[in-house]
């Protein structure tokens, strides 16, 4: 068990190897600035922490303090100004097929493709198969994992919000990053979905033990999906605390512990706020 707030990286094959205990993820004194057209505006201010493999590792805090930003960094989108990303030991520098992304929306499909070839796309693109029967085993074995297989020849205009997030899911774990990056995936869908989802999710991880990195403004999502949860403070955003949730589920909402933990984290990221009323109305 991990508790320690660390660091960043990903792809300079010069850096040397990782130890094997190492994190997968170690982002370390991250400041990510961003320019509009009247300011720079700086979202995230030395951030720091580290994911460990087979992690659930969940970034919450309010809008605004820069979550799927740091992401976004970890994607390689993103740059920071100051401080460093490091995957299994590399310098994040730009996208790769070592980091997957899933994102809230339900259009990150390709509409003209179906299920199966949502997934085969990716993998002939993305590099991890060089045929095609390779990927459509690959991709048949996803879709069953995600309870889809009756839907492998559907259109993505044809499938509810939750069964699209099931294929983006699927998609991205059939490519085995060395971590999936979840960006608020669940927030578009009705609550009985975006629980469902959650249960899915849990699932498939005791199935596989993927490592991921989760973005969320709930309280209750985080402690349910988290075994980790990192807390951010308002913009700029920067690590207010790092607690673990390993020992909480849907099993276990609603119990004294989970409701105990959950109250930790509400005044932990209220207590900011708190203050800059304090300050409006005293200033």
């Given at each position: ?10 792809a300079d094959p010069t850096s040397a190897a990782p130890k094997p205990d190492a994190p997968i993820l170690d982002v370390e004194g991250v400041t990510i600035q961003y320019k509009t057209k009247e300011h720079l505006i700086t979202a995230t201010y030395r951030v720091g922490f580290q994911v460990f493999e087979a992690d659930r590792f969940v970034i919450l805090g ?222």
């Open positions: 068990m991990h508790s320690e707030v660390t660091t960043t990286g990903a309010p809008s605004g303090c820069g979550k799927s930003t740091l992401l976004k960094s970890v994607a390689g989108y993103l740059h920071p100004v100051e401080g460093e990303m490091r995957l299994n030991g590399n310098i994040v520098t730009e996208p790769g097929p070592d980091r997957v992304m899933v994102f809230q929306e339900f259009d990150q499909l390709l509409p003209w493709k179906t299920v199966k070839e949502n997934i085969t796309f990716a993998l002939m693109n993305g590099g991890r198969c060089s045929n095609k029967s390779e990927a459509n085993d690959i991709a048949m074995e996803y879709i069953q994992k995600v309870k889809l297989e009756r839907f492998e020849d559907t259109y993505p205009h044809m499938l509810s919000g939750g069964m699209k997030q099931r294929v983006a899911i699927a998609r991205g774990m059939a490519m085995e990053p060395a971590i999936l990056l979840m960006d608020e995936p669940f927030a578009a869908l009705d609550a009985l979905t975006r629980r469902q989802m959650q249960e899915e999710l849990l699932a498939l991880w005791e199935d596989t033990k993927f490592t991921v990195l989760f973005v969320t403004h709930s309280i209750e999502e985080a402690v349910i999906v988290g075994s980790r949860v990192l807390i951010m403070s308002p913009h700029p955003g920067q690590v207010k605390a790092e607690l673990n949730a390993h020992e909480h589920s849907i099993a276990t909402l609603g119990g004294d512990g989970f409701a105990e933990l959950q109250t930790k984290i509400h005044n932990m990221i209220f207590a900011d706020r708190v203050l800059e009323d304090e300050v409006v109305k005293h200033g």
